[in-house]
């Protein structure tokens, strides 16, 4: 495989130019990119949705979005169901296009999965690239006291869901389903008897323990899910210490410091494709205009290899 880095200090590209086919591609020299860089970048390949499929097919099984973050539409609804568009669209004339703080998907639920796929089927025509941010160095460069703090107290992420919310979320119409899907995904569940909506918490540390290595690496929602209460003043999506107290300001502007410090663009080019390490990067998303811009996803509950 020709390889070049992505940046000095975080990712990897391997440049299809001269040896279009992806499926070709040695799958075995692939994982071990994925383990050193936890960002592989594929560019220069002749792709489109059903290769993007029959690739990623080779590194495990997919997860539908039921419990996820938002609603996205489903790719391919003729195979299983997995491939989700990225672009907001749900209850709007045309998809949204603000920009979107560091997270890592389904870092709220005991589901998140380790593998995630990125498919660029058409980049925005000025910024829109998804960015993403090593949280080795992140933690890396937290000072000692805010390494102190997350160390000794975990982080909860407090969800409510009305009636008509939960059942997009949980995709089903019973809530019978949904106790069984917060007791999978250790997360405690209070129902409202009165308006049956639904209040959810799951609590974790912000610090996780990479796959490969071993190394603490900041990675989590905490920053999204700030944007979420404080720009759009959402109070149906938060996040607290375990204790219930807010996360102290100064240590939010740090993290927030650190995140335009030490964040990249994924530089899409037309059916590029990237693979993520979801326990060891954040990724978040460029603020952009163009209506057009399409990004698929495809995540990984589990890696055996």
Same mark, same amino acid.
């Given at each position: 495989m020709k390889t070049r880095p992505l940046y000095k200090d975080m990712g990897v590209v391997v440049d299809g130019s001269d040896h279009p086919d992806m499926m070709a591609l040695d799958t075995e020299g692939v994982k071990d990119l994925f383990r050193t860089y936890g960002l592989v970048l594929f560019d220069g390949f002749q792709t489109d949705t059903k290769v993007f499929q029959r690739f990623t097919d080779q590194f495990g099984q997919y997860m539908s979005n039921k419990g996820g973050g938002s609603v996205r539409d489903i790719i391919n609804k003729d195979g299983d169901g997995t491939i989700l568009s990225v672009s907001y669209n749900y209850n709007v004339p045309k998809q949204r296009t603000f920009g979107l703080p560091l997270h890592s998907d389904r870092s709220y639920v005991r589901s998140c999965?380790?593998?995630?796929?990125?498919?660029? !089927?058409?980049? @925005? @025509?000025?910024?829109?690239?998804?960015? @993403?941010?090593?949280? !080795?160095?992140f933690y890396e460069h937290l000072s000692p006291s805010t390494k102190t703090l997350f160390q000794q107290?975990?982080? +909860?992420?407090?969800?409510?869901?009305?009636?008509?919310?939960? +059942?997009l979320w949980c995709q089903t119409d019973n809530l019978g389903d949904v106790q069984a899907y917060c007791r999978d995904n250790g997360l405690s569940l209070t129902i409202d008897p009165d308006d049956q909506s639904v209040t959810t918490e799951y609590a974790t540390s912000a610090i996780m323990k990479t796959r490969w290595?071993?190394?603490? @690496?900041f990675v989590n929602s905490i920053l999204i899910v700030l944007w979420q209460e404080d720009d759009l003043k959402r109070t149906s999506s938060l996040v607290r210490l375990e204790n219930g107290s807010k996360i102290p300001p100064d240590v939010v502007a740090e993290l927030k410091e650190l995140a335009t410090k030490l964040t990249e663009p994924i530089p899409w080019?037309?059916?590029?494709?990237?693979?993520?390490?979801?326990?060891?990067?954040?990724?978040?998303?460029?603020?952009?205009?163009d209506h057009n811009r399409e990004i698929y996803v495809r995540m990984c509950p589990k890696i055996d290899w």
């Open positions: 999965p380790p593998l995630m796929w990125f498919y660029c !089927v058409i980049p @925005a @025509a000025g910024d829109g690239h998804t960015t @993403a941010c090593d949280g !080795v160095r107290n975990r982080i +909860k992420y407090i969800r409510h869901y009305s009636d008509n919310e939960w +059942k290595g071993g190394k603490d @690496a080019t037309p059916h590029s494709l990237a693979m993520l390490d979801n326990n060891r990067m954040m990724h978040g998303r460029q603020p952009f205009d």
